[in-house]
């Protein structure tokens, strides 16, 4: 059994924690003191890992992109063609939505109070994200199935764009009108649709 060292599992710790209470109490009406109680570390321990809460906050952030892009690369490599790349993707965003319904509600609507996420952050993580994306287009562009007229740096923010909203829509939904996998098959209907190249293959 693989030993997890102890700094890495109170991080880990703390941002699960941290996800928790803020999903619960909202980020502005949540205090440290909860966080270093829900994982069960000083308060002051928490600073040793986190300058404040907004950073903690943040953090959340980058350590759930880490995440999504590790995993989603890895089911990207299960398939081959353009097309079953991007239907993965969309799928696999929008489960994960579904499955982490705090670390969700803390992605959509707490960061998007924090001005310095909103005004200040560098997101390398969200481009991160972009990448991917904009791979499986060009991936596609180079073999023929999607127009070479789109431009995939647009469409990539066209695309988490619609995903994003999704998500948000489905996690303020009171009751669930529908599922999100119907969401990700319509999605994927409409992208990919639009961005095949024409019968003869060319632009």
């Known amino acids: 059994m693989v030993q997890v060292p102890r700094e890495v599992d109170k991080h880990a710790r703390i941002i699960e924690a941290a996800t928790k ?3 619960q109490k ?13 994982a069960g570390v000083a308060e002051g321990t928490i600073y040793l890992y986190f300058k404040s809460k907004e950073d903690l906050l943040i953090s959340i952030f980058e350590h759930s992109m880490d995440k999504f892009i590790h995993e989603g690369k890895k089911e990207l490599s299960k398939f081959s063609s353009p097309e079953e790349k991007f ?19 803390v ?13 200040e952050y560098k997101a390398d993580k969200f481009f991160d994200y972009l990448r991917v994306v904009e791979e499986i ?18 469409i990539r923010r066209a695309i988490f764009g619609a995903v994003d909203e999704m998500a948000l829509e489905w996690v303020l939904m ?30």
């Open 21 to 23: 209470i803020f999903s």
């Open 137 to 154: 287009i060009e991936e596609g562009q180079k073999s023929g199935v999607f127009s070479l007229k789109i431009n995939p740096k647009i």
């Open 107 to 119: 992605i959509q609507l707490e960061l998007r109070q924090s001005s310095k996420f909103m005004k």
């Open 87 to 105: 239907k993965r993707f969309v799928h696999f965003h929008l489960s994960l939505v579904q499955e982490n319904q705090n670390l969700s509600h």
């Open 26 to 38: 909202g980020y502005f009406h949540s205090k440290i003191a909860d966080v270093a109680e829900a």
């Open 174 to 203: 009171k009751e669930k009108k529908y599922t999100l996998e119907k969401c990700a098959d319509q999605l994927c209907e409409m992208f990919l649709n639009g961005m095949k190249a024409n019968p003869q293959g060319s632009a």
